[in-house]
């Protein structure tokens, strides 16, 4: 069951985007999803493809964990491409089966808008595969540093998905227990009428909040106990460092946006 | 904010990603079952849940494959939806109407979804509002005897504030 539940899917390694800075990565993935919505034409779309094949390559990840991130969408990139074939009326027809016309206009778009999902998929798999949740945490905590001026907490905010994170595998396995535990006392989870379904779910969930809230407690005890008392002048374990190559990766990010919007028509 | 209340607030957003990902086999025939969504409904036991499941909501949609539009579009409709529930909260007093009531807002509420899938997917957005909007009805609805019959052992409204 674990293998299922590789939450984050965080791949060590030492590739140049693994290398980069968690900030670099962010701002970079930030950016790509609005910009692949430059693309308009068989040019722009190729480019995307390109760049997108190009950061696969130097990040070293393995195709299969790629694939592995689309399989949950996979469904829905192929929902999106019939109704585009379907519906979309435009050009000449291509096939013509009677009841169904495929117009090449939709084939166009369908292909279209299945290359920008499948790139914004594997881009942003990217991300989570080479940067460790903790370190997209510290990057995010930094990045929105300047919402504090709007009285918004964010060293709590990301102190609590730094805890968050840290208890999602204690809570799974919990989960994983109970669930044999209740199973091994005659209950059956996946069987029968909706009614009696919905009632197996409820000795599942009374003892997980009884535990998680019980975590919770001795958690609060332990940070007051070891004197935490917020952000302020608080150091840090992990630094943070902002070096050449995440300059380069930026700047290969606005060479690219360029691109784009010079070839788009 | 005190030390309690975020320890509180991380482990229910903790719970919500855990019961996302290690209950999702609890599916009624077609309809995918995400139990993690009745969590939703906590809301309408004491406000003070929100920010946990806000989180929840906020963490699970970072490592989305679909990627950031699903952060900023899902992290918005719970935000909103959660935000109306808490308003209503004030004048309805009976827990399994502002269940109810959430229940018809989120599903309502759907659009902010189906906007998303038309922006970044182009899809239609009539019947991704449809669709979204009828899985996510069960759900909640489903929820709310679930979220009785679990309030019964565990009292929501003081397990946070204890």
């Known amino acids: ?265 | 904010m005190k030390t309690k209340f975020m320890a509180m607030a991380a482990i229910i957003a903790a719970l919500y990603i855990a019961v996302t990902y290690t209950l999702s086999f609890l599916s009624f025939g077609d309809i995918q079952f995400r139990i993690a969504e009745i969590f939703n409904h906590l809301i309408a036991f004491n406000p003070r849940y929100m920010l946990g499941v806000v989180l929840g909501v906020f963490i699970s949609n970072l490592f989305s494959p679909l990627g950031w539009f699903d952060l900023v579009f899902g992290v918005a409709h719970s935000v909103i939806c959660l935000t109306i529930l808490i308003i209503v909260s004030k004048y309805v007093k009976n827990i399994a109407y502002r269940m109810l009531i959430n229940s018809f807002v989120f599903t309502f509420m759907m659009w902010i979804i189906a906007l998303e899938l038309k922006l970044a997917l182009e899809l239609p957005f009539w019947l991704s509002w449809l669709t979204t909007a009828i899985g996510e009805a069960v759900v909640l609805l489903i929820g709310i005897p679930i979220m009785q019959l679990l309030d019964k052992r565990l009292n929501f409204k003081n397990l946070i504030d204890q």
């Open chain 1, 1 to 265: 069951m674990m293998e299922k539940m590789i939450f984050g899917r965080f791949i060590p390694g030492d590739s140049f985007v693994h290398q980069l800075d968690p900030r670099s990565k962010l701002i970079f993935t930030f950016i790509f999803v609005v910009i692949v919505f430059l693309a308009n034409n068989v040019a722009t779309y190729g480019l995307l493809l390109i760049f997108t094949l190009f950061v696969i390559l130097i990040s070293r990840i393995r195709l299969y964990f790629l694939i592995n991130g689309l399989k949950p969408v996979i469904i829905l990139v192929i929902f999106t491409f019939l109704i585009h074939i379907l519906f979309t009326r435009e050009g000449d027809v291509l096939l013509n089966l009677g009841f169904l016309e495929v117009y090449e206009g939709g084939l166009r778009q369908g292909i279209f808008i299945s290359i920008r999902f499948v790139v914004l998929v594997f881009v942003t798999t990217i991300l989570t595969l080479t940067t460790s949740p903790i370190s997209i945490t510290d990057g995010l905590e930094v990045l929105l540093n300047p919402l504090k001026k709007f009285k918004l907490p964010i060293h709590e905010l990301a102190l609590m998905m730094s805890i968050a994170l840290r208890f999602i595998p204690t809570l799974m396995d919990e989960t994983d227990k109970i669930m044999k535990a209740q199973m091994a006392r005659g209950s059956d989870l996946g069987a029968g009428p909706i009614k009696d379904r919905i009632k197996a779910v409820v000795p599942l969930l009374v003892p997980l909040f009884v535990s998680a809230f019980k975590r919770a407690e001795d958690l609060a005890t332990a940070m007051e106990v070891r004197g935490y008392r917020g952000g302020e002048g608080r150091t840090r374990y992990r630094q943070l460092k902002w070096d050449a190559k995440d300059t380069t990766c930026i700047f290969a990010l606005v060479l690219m946006t360029a691109l784009l919007v010079f070839f788009r028509s």
